[in-house]
């Protein structure tokens, strides 16, 4: 089955650039999609296919996808970003898959 | 104005049997798939499986094939999750999903069901 690495924990003072990765097998291939998921909430979708935003979120979310790796971007980084963050692909051989997951935590 | 409302939290002992929903509003409910979401308590989110309610087309992921069964009733635009013998491991809250076509994001999730499964 396809697997998705995130690393666990990320850390970044407020107005700071925080990135997340999600690493797979050729990754670059497929269509990423990014959640964020506040305690007790929900996840909620901030970006799809690679590198589009839902509306209703800010430009600050961004995605890059290429070779093995998936980056979500949160420019400026505020206090609310505060969140766990899971990329998500679709797999021919295992449908959807989900990363581990990446807890941001803003300093 | 889009929805996805699930139903309410449930306890049950192990062996009963169970079954939650996901009624979709807003929206051609035969025209996106709904997903379904496991997450742990203090874990990951996990894909269980997803069906399209236009044709009843179900596919499960491995780790829950056989374990349980997805249906929906496109006349009342309602998913279903079931259990026929749940097991304290199942306890997690579970998520459901929509999306359009195969490989789109979930772009509207439900408030999730608390299942708690205890002697």
């Known amino acids: 089955s396809y697997v998705l690495t995130q690393p666990p924990s990320v850390s970044v003072a407020p107005g700071q650039t925080a990135r997340i990765t999600c690493g797979g097998n050729n990754i670059g291939s497929k269509s990423v999609h990014w959640y964020q998921q506040k305690p007790g909430q929900a996840p909620v979708l901030v970006v799809y296919?690679?590198?589009d935003r839902p509306s209703g979120i800010p430009e600050r979310f961004s995605g890059s996808n290429s070779g093995n790796t998936a980056t979500l971007t949160i420019s400026r980084v505020e206090a609310g970003d505060e969140a766990d963050y899971y990329c998500q692909v679709w797999d021919s051989s295992s449908d959807y898959v989900f990363g581990t997951g990446t807890k941001v935590t803003v300093l | 104005e889009v929805q996805l409302v699930q139903s309410g939290a449930e306890v049950k002992k192990p062996g009963e049997s169970l079954k939650i929903s996901c009624k979709g509003s807003?929206?051609?409910?035969?025209?996106?798939?709904i997903g379904w979401v496991r997450q742990m308590p203090g874990k990951g989110l996990e894909w269980m499986g997803i069906?399209?309610?236009?044709?009843?087309?179900?596919r499960y992921s491995p780790s829950f094939q056989g374990q349980v069964t997805i249906s929906a009733d496109k006349s009342i635009s309602t998913a279903y999750l079931q259990w026929s013998s749940l097991k304290a491991s199942d306890t997690a809250m579970y998520y459901c999903?929509?999306?359009?076509?195969?490989?789109?994001?979930?772009?509207?999730w439900g408030q999730g069901t608390l299942v708690t499964v205890s002697s």
């Open positions: 999903a929509r999306g359009e076509g195969e490989a789109a994001a979930g772009d509207y």
């Open positions: 807003g929206y051609s409910f035969t025209s996106y798939w």
């Open positions: 069906i399209y309610p236009g044709d009843s087309d179900t």
């Open positions: 296919d690679d590198s």
